[in-house]
């Protein structure tokens, strides 16, 4: 799979595409280096640049590959991805350390992302045996109706850094156990992760062409698997403006495309809620993966009765948090993805400083001091005071920024939480059960816990937004997932024995 390449004594492994059942080296010859944004001096990986060639190459060994994979019942294919789950159950220490190394969230988190890919290959394994369609009656006699599921084609799947290897599972195995075959892109930041995944894919065997994997920057392969005319499917995850370029490119070429965007997700403390539990759900949900997460809590709108008490506490929690090298098990914040990313947080710290009424409460700047200087390194940040309108409670800042905004009732606080363009989680926190269930259904939101952060999907239920986050698909549960990996077919078999008219003949 990989050649080693020494530099300055240290080797690092170079990684290639894998295409038809072969790793193979870039056309290009171009390599994009991975380094460790805990610790930028080490270099994780060299992974393929790849073009628009590369990935006409992984289209056409996909495209010859479906026939035959399409044609292996569900159940044998489902077989494979059973093997899967083992191999990766064996392997999961490996890639957790492999993903601190590549993306810097802590062990304990990157152990969950290979976990949920792990769940997802078992859950997703049993659905060899369903996929389900359904029978029903025709309006005529001797006649029957039914509609079966049936694969699409060659799907493109383009994925976002911040769960390597969770999301590229959440796309791979429906795709695969429908019978489809698949081109993916992972993101530039975390190639190795999907790879690991895709390397496991290849020991539990799996057909040559059905798993092929391109690396390579978003506007090169990334755009060239929206636009090829061989991909039926495009499903994307990543920010909500790449998701519309994404869209647009599919929508030309007459594809279907899912897509999985932003959120700038809301917590509501009420003011009979437990501020303890409130406190730690809060920082969970806006520090954990330092804030990088499309799920992650970076607004909490609290009752005015609470408010104060709730600020102590949370901010004595924030103030506590151990921050460097998610390799270290004390560790409980890593660092962020990239400079990029260090840029784009500050400017945002930098923009609430000067909205007008909020208040910089705790952290604020980028971590320089001892070994941390290496790394991208920002502090936990909470803005008090602010207002629901400002741009720091409105736009996705994916870093650990958090806004605080008082509230004087449910239904103000319920107005704040559905004031964003997103729609993607939400929680509230309140002893009071009929208020539970109003917000349940008061919040536009894809996802709702109530007293629990806004974070911690599991991967059998739907997984997916309104408004921006979204264009109305469900990753994760079956159901929701099938209908995005396969179409149905309508099937009628007339046994009358003459021409019978529908919606003529009755
Ligand atoms: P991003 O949009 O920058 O990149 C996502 C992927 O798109 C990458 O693989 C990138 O290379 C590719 N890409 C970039 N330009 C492209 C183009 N022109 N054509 C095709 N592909 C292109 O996002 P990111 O920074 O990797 O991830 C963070 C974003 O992802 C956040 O907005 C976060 O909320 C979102 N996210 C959403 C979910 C969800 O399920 N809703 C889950 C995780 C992350």
């Not at 660092?335 to 923009?351: E, F």
């Amino acid at each position: 799979m990989a050649t080693v390449k020494k530099s300055k004594n240290v080797s690092v492994t170079t990684y290639e595409n894998y295409m038809n059942g072969r790793w193979v080296k870039p056309k290009s010859g171009d390599y994009l280096e991975n380094r460790n944004p805990a610790d930028t001096r080490e270099v994780v990986g060299r992974f393929p640049a790849s073009s628009a060639e590369d990935v006409n190459v992984a289209v056409k060994a996909a495209k010859e590959a479906f026939p035959k994979w399409k044609a292996t019942p569900a159940p044998k294919r489902a077989e494979m991805l059973y093997r899967l789950g083992q191999i990766l159950l064996e392997q999961k220490e490996a890639h957790a350390t492999a993903m601190t190394r590549e993306m810097g969230k802590v062990l304990k988190e990157t152990r969950g992302d290979v976990q949920e890919a792990i769940d997802m290959t078992f859950y997703t394994a049993g659905e060899g045996r369903r996929l389900h369609g359904y029978t029903t009656p025709s309006e005529l006699p001797d006649k029957m109706a039914m509609c079966v599921r049936q694969p699409i084609g060659v799907c493109g799947l383009i994925t976002p850094w911040n769960f390597p290897m969770a999301i590229p599972s959440w796309k791979m195995l429906p795709a695969l156990v429908c019978g489809n075959t698949l081109v993916i892109k992972p993101a530039e930041d975390t190639p190795l992760s999907t790879y690991n995944l895709v390397a496991a894919m290849e020991a539990a065997g799996l057909p040559a062409g059905v798993v092929n994997i391109v690396a390579g920057v978003g506007k090169d392969a990334g755009a060239a698997l929206t636009t090829h005319k061989d991909i039926r499917l495009v499903s994307f995850t990543g920010s909500t403006a790449t998701g519309r370029t994404v869209a647009t490119n599919a929508a030309q070429h007459d594809k279907i495309c899912s897509l999985e965007m932003g959120g700038k997700n809301v917590i509501m403390v009420m003011e009979d809620a437990d501020l303890d539990l409130a406190a730690e759900g809060a920082v969970w949900g806006a520090f954990g993966t330092s804030g990088q997460r499309c799920t992650a809590a970076s607004r909490i709108v609290v009752h005015k009765k609470v408010y104060k008490k709730f600020v102590e506490k949370i901010t004595a929690r924030a103030r506590a948090l151990r921050i460097g090298n998610g390799l270290d098990p004390k560790v409980e914040m890593g660092p962020v993805i990239n400079q990029a990313a260090v840029d784009k947080i500050l400017s945002y710290i930098k923009v609430g400083k000067k909205e007008d009424g909020a208040k910089l409460h705790l952290g604020g700047s980028q971590l320089t001091k001892g070994e941390l200087k290496h790394g991208f390194f920002i502090e936990p940040t909470i803005f008090t005071d602010v207002a629901p309108q400002m741009r720091i409670a409105q736009e996705e800042i994916f870093g650990p920024v958090l806004s605080i905004i008082p509230c004087n009732n449910f239904d103000e606080a319920v107005a704040i939480g559905n004031g964003v363009k997103y729609g993607l989680s939400a929680s509230i926190y309140t002893a009071d059960v009929n208020r539970a269930f109003k917000a349940m259904e008061a919040m536009n939101t894809g996802i709702f816990y109530v007293n629990s952060s806004t974070i911690g999907a599991e991967v059998h239920l739907p997984f997916g937004g309104t408004k921006g986050t979204g264009n109305g698909h469900r990753e994760g549960a079956m159901i929701s997932s099938l209908d995005i990996f396969s179409e149905w077919k309508a099937i009628y078999v007339d046994y009358s024995g003459k021409l019978q008219k529908a919606q003529i003949d009755n």
